[in-house]
């Protein structure tokens, strides 16, 4: 008996059945990695525009084109974050077993 649970505990579970619950989250989890990593590259893009920008002021341009697209990515990183933010709430609510999750009522 105990070398069966011992192989249990030791083996590799293999993946997720399809349709299951686990397959479900594990997608839920990759999605939200992808949207990290498009933060990321989007904040890298921010960083890459500032060698840039110091040089052209420096040399006498126009700061407010280099803030006109550093605004831009910014914006682009907030909407991101914003997605990422809310599809996580979205897998840690649906998490919550069912007698904790809050029911609301309009009446």
Known sequence: MWMLILACAISDPGPASSGSQSELTAARVQSIADKAGAVANAA?????MSDPARS???AGEDPQEHIRKMRATMGKIEALDKALQRELEDMEASLVPEAQRTVVTTE
Do not use: D, H, I, S
């Open 44 to 48: 890298r893009e921010l960083e890459e």
């Open 56 to 58: 052209g002021v420096a």
